[in-house]
């Protein structure tokens, strides 16, 4: 058997929550270091030869957290998007943002579409960063853009498939990937990628997202490189 080809890991940063508590530090703490440990992670994943890393940073149902866990959030994004995506810009890095960009405030949209822009010639790896996404809601909208398209007769009933709307996600310019890992020890998707992990080999760890790294991503991937991957066939 030949080992597993790799082209795109995506990962639930889940924990930063409890690795704060633990610490008896307010949550924001956490997430500040988990912001930490994926500036190295990215850095681990180029090295890694990933070409596509997705992120779950900010799911549409965290908006019902707390007034001041969401607004701590938003701070600390500002403060990412000015300091961190610059360097990783410059290192070749091309970011792309999923997400239901209505619920974010006007300054942060603008910032994500500049970003989205400056890096846009970059091809040597993908940092898509889920952001006030949902996978259910992502579905939905793809569902209305076909609904549309078939409405006003641009396309015919019988020409809708999977192409067609796989090609209406925020996803539709990158592979399917490859890898799911979700750190904090929870089992379960909590609304991410649905369609697109259909074929994922999914990964479970108790770490927790702030104390994450380079040396765990690299045992996931050698252990993917080992799975078969079956796709159905016997
Ligand atoms: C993940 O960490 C980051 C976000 C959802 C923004 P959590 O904040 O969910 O941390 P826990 O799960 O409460 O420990
Ligand atoms: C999923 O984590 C979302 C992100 C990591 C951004 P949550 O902590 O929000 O998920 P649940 O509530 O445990 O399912
Ligand atoms: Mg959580």
């Not at 010639?121 to 993908?126: G, M, R, S, Y």
């Not at 569902?143 to 067609?164: F, G």
């Not at 909590?190 to 770490?207: C, D, G, H, K």
């Not at 799975?227 to 159905?232: H, K, V």
Request: aromatic share 8%; glycine share 6%; proline share 3%.
């Amino acid at each position: 058997m030949t080992a597993n080809n790799l082209e795109h890991v995506a990962i639930i940063m889940d924990g930063n929550g409890r690795w704060a508590q633990k610490r008896g530090l307010p949550r924001l703490a956490g997430h500040e270091k988990g912001a930490e440990t994926l500036q190295e992670v990215v850095k681990a994943a180029v090295d890694l030869g990933v070409r596509y890393l997705t992120v779950y940073a900010f799911s549409t149902e965290n908006w019902n957290r707390d007034k001041e866990e969401v607004s701590g959030l938003m701070k600390l994004l500002r403060k990412y998007m000015n300091s961190e995506f610059k360097p990783m810009q410059e290192e070749g890095v091309r970011i792309l943002f999923m997400g239901e960009r209505d619920m974010l405030d006007a300054d942060i949209v603008e910032q994500m579409a500049k970003i989205e822009r400056d890096s846009k010639a970059n091809d040597k790896f993908t940092l898509c960063i889920a952001l006030s996404y949902g996978s259910r809601q992502e579905i939905v909208s793809a569902v209305k853009k076909i609904a549309l398209l078939a409405k006003k007769e641009d396309i015919n009933i019988k020409d809708i498939d999977a192409r067609m709307v796989a090609d209406m996600l925020y996803t539709r310019s990158i592979p399917d990937p490859d890898i799911v890992i979700r750190t904090s020890g929870e089992k379960r998707i909590s609304n991410y990628l649905l369609w697109q992990i259909a074929y994922s080999e999914l990964f479970f760890t108790p770490t927790l997202w702030p104390d994450f790294g380079r040396e765990e991503l690299e045992q996931i991937i050698s252990e993917f490189k080992q799975r078969e991957r079956r796709y159905g066939k016997n």
